[in-house]
């Protein structure tokens, strides 16, 4: 994928292949196998992602706690 691609076209186009992922398994399935869905997805694209990073809400510079 070109690095010209832009957010909101990025955006749109994960938009895309998350309804796909949806139409075609349908409820039922629990999130890891959604996410495997969507990763197959990303890699017919040519995405590159990391699944299930680590994010702590302590780090968050919008968290009205800090």
């Not at 039922?28 to 869905?37: A, D």
């Amino acid at each position: 994928m070109s690095k010209e691609l832009k957010f909101g076209e990025l955006t749109q186009k994960i938009n895309g292949w998350s309804m796909k992922v949806h139409s075609k398994m349908k409820n039922g399935y629990n999130e890891v196998v959604n996410s495997r869905c969507l990763a197959i997805e990303f890699d017919k694209a040519g995405i590159k992602y990391q699944k299930e990073l680590g994010f702590n809400p302590s780090q968050n510079p919008t968290n009205p706690r800090l």
